[in-house]
């Protein structure tokens, strides 16, 4: 199947701070990625839908100014946490669609301390 | 709105086979995915279906959909102790676009 990166897989940083999260379609050109986030023992919830080269579409109830997603490339979609508090602290996971099946990136375990 | 659900847990013995159940409610769902997550990982694509298909077979897995009832399960003959992980099934109108997770099965296999 396809492949798709994200990086870093494991971030600490401290409150206040912010962090970039990056993913990669590594061997197909991703329109359109998508970016969820996954409390512990629950399910995914779909934050934004990123668009290559326009504005990202924010769900209901995620501040588009605390999660900045920036779709420059065909490949590249990253995810910026603004000003991160321990409450963003989250295992946050990227998908891009390929042939019909959506495909997923290794995740990013967040911890803001 | 658009809902998936699926039961928690399945314990089930080596050799066994499992068979994960997940229902949706979204009639306009086209592409139906069934992912493995091990723990601290990312979503594992096991495999698809589309909503005109009935059955789709991968090796050990065995995927059957009634779009009637909106039920999809997910059968993994020969089950092995390397097959635990979390189980979710999820659905979405637009292939390869934003998908409706269900809750998450966790398969414990016993030896």
């Known amino acids: 199947g396809a492949v798709v990166s994200q990086h870093p897989s494991r971030v600490i940083c401290k409150s206040g701070t912010s962090v970039k999260i990056e993913c990669r379609s590594l061997?197909?050109?991703?329109?359109?990625m998508f970016w969820y986030r996954q409390f512990p023992k629950q399910s995914l919830m779909l934050m934004a839908t990123?668009?290559?080269?326009?504005?990202?579409?924010?769900e209901q109830g995620v501040e588009k100014d605390k999660f900045l997603i920036n779709h420059a490339s065909l490949t590249l979609s990253t995810l910026t946490v603004t000003s991160a508090h321990p409450e963003d602290s989250s295992f946050y996971i990227c998908?891009?669609?390929?042939?019909?099946?959506?495909?997923f990136g290794q995740g990013t375990r967040l911890t803001v301390v | 709105g658009e809902d998936v659900e699926q039961s928690l847990f399945l314990s089930v013995r080596e050799g066994d086979s499992s068979v994960i159940n997940c229902t949706y409610t979204?009639?306009?769902?086209?592409?139906l995915y069934w992912y493995k997550q091990e723990p601290g990982a990312g979503l594992q694509l096991l495999t698809y279906?589309?909503?005109?298909?009935d059955m789709k077979q991968d090796q050990r897995l065995t995927v059957l959909l009634n779009k009637k009832d909106k039920h999809l399960s997910l059968r993994i003959a020969d089950t092995q102790t390397g097959d635990s992980a979390i189980y979710f099934c999820?659905?979405?109108?637009?292939?390869?676009?934003?998908?409706?997770f269900g809750q998450g099965t966790e398969l414990s296999v016993k030896p």
């Open positions: 979204d009639s306009s769902s086209t592409y």
């Open positions: 061997d197909f050109q991703a329109t359109t």
């Open positions: 990123s668009n290559e080269g326009s504005k990202a579409t924010y």
């Open positions: 279906i589309f909503s005109n298909m």
């Open positions: 999820a659905e979405t109108y637009n292939q390869g676009g934003k998908l409706i």
């Open positions: 998908s891009a669609g390929q042939g019909g099946g959506a495909f």
